[in-house]
């Protein structure tokens, strides 16, 4: 049998391959914590399940159309007019199995083979491997702890070449958690604009962004510059929905019809359960977001305080998601020389897993999840913190 060649430029997943080991120690009677999975411990909130179970009773489980049921569009739209003051038409939106396949689908659209991506570094783990099935090539622009892990224009006027056609921002930032303020990113938007680069904006975790940082979004520079630039959401960690696999887009018209072209050919539409369910989400009460932002805000604390009292270790304070992305190469010697070989030593003595920074192209840093109940992340923890105090 013979692979597609473009497949071997593709690595394997190491948050996959992180998931399988724990899997192993806990079929071996070991008690794994996971600090590694992107998912909010809290659950789906009940009017959107019962919106589901609705939907269910009432017979609606036939195929939609590809970009979504018009209402679930218009809901979309609705989202960026009231929380950014964008007006969009109906036709500017479309959902897909997931921001996942939102992003890849953006990318297959836009990308010719030899196009450079600007990637900033550390990037969501997808991000490299998606440009390459579009057959380009991604372009990586480091910004370290030291800099909170932003970007600027200058740090990417500086990786700029001819074939540069697309820049990709993800604010809140998985795997750091850091922020971009609305003159950040209108800075950033500025520049690509001026040199005709189209900007994919991730912005999956804009709700859950905490005081005194404010939401920010390139939704202005859609409304000013639509063929420049398209934003990316989804509800999985917003409503805690991740297992439900629903994203969205605003884009400019006619870049949602190659878009629904694409997801026509490959997946069709969005499970029509799930969409009741996004509507329901969308359109009803938000006050559970506002309870999960106050838990995380204390989560994080509490996860910073202890990070504190590692000699050495660097951690910008996140401003969003769940995550804490430290700097931990001060730990990082003898017979754990890498990220990887790090978190394989906790996961062994600690029986606590962690992403090693590698996966996320930055392999001084390892990234905490704090997702998961305030008693058990104290105690893993502190679990964590006595293995690298035994070098």
Not at 58 to 68: C, H, N
Not at 78 to 104: D, I, R
């Amino acid at each position: 049998m013979k692979i597609a060649s473009r497949l071997a430029r593709i690595k394997p997943s190491a948050t996959l391959a992180l998931n399988a080991k724990t899997q192993e120690m806990r079929a071996q009677g070991r008690n794994v914590v996971s600090l590694a999975v992107g998912e909010p411990d809290f659950p789906t909130p009940e009017h959107i399940c019962r919106a589901a179970k609705e939907a269910i009773d009432a017979g609606f489980t036939r195929y939609t159309a590809v970009p979504g049921i018009p209402e679930l569009r218009k809901a979309v739209a609705a989202y960026y007019a009231t929380f950014y003051g964008v007006e969009a038409p109906m036709e500017s939106t479309m959902v897909s199995n997931g921001g996942k396949q939102v992003l890849y689908n953006l990318f297959m659209a836009l990308l010719e083979p030899g196009d450079e991506v600007l990637v900033p570094t550390p990037y969501w783990v997808s991000y490299p491997a998606m440009v390459e099935l579009a057959d380009a090539r991604p372009v990586f622009v480091k910004a370290g702890a030291e800099a909170c892990f932003k970007i600027t224009p200058e740090s990417l006027e500086r990786a700029r070449t001819s074939r540069t056609r697309m820049l990709i921002l993800n604010t809140p930032s998985n795997p750091t958690g850091c922020h971009y303020s609305q003159a950040e990113l209108d800075a950033i938007a500025e520049w690509a604009v001026s040199h005709d680069i189209f900007i994919v904006s991730d912005e999956v975790y804009d709700r859950l962004i905490y005081a005194p940082a404010q939401p920010s979004s390139l939704a202005g520079l859609w409304k000013r510059c639509p063929e420049q630039v398209a934003i990316v959401g989804a509800l999985s960690k917003t409503f805690a929905m991740t297992g439900w696999r629903l994203g969205f887009v605003l884009a400019h018209p006619d870049l949602i019809k190659t878009l629904t072209k694409i997801q026509g050919q490959s997946t069709s539409n969005v499970c029509s359960i799930t969409q009741k369910a996004a509507l329901a989400a969308l359109t009803g009460p938000w006050d559970i977001v506002e309870e999960m932002k106050k838990s995380f805000v204390r989560r994080r604390d509490l996860v910073m305080d202890v990070i504190a009292t590692w000699p050495g270790a660097i951690c910008p304070k996140p401003d969003g998601a769940f995550y804490v992305f430290p700097n931990l190469r001060a730990f990082m010697t003898g017979d754990t020389p890498d990220s990887a070989s790090l978190c394989q030593k906790i996961l062994e003595q600690a029986e606590v897993a962690l992403v090693p920074g590698s996966a996320f192209g930055d392999d001084d840093c390892v990234r905490f999840s704090y997702a998961l109940d305030d008693e058990t992340l104290a105690r893993s923890m502190d679990k964590v913190g006595r293995v690298l105090m035994k070098r």
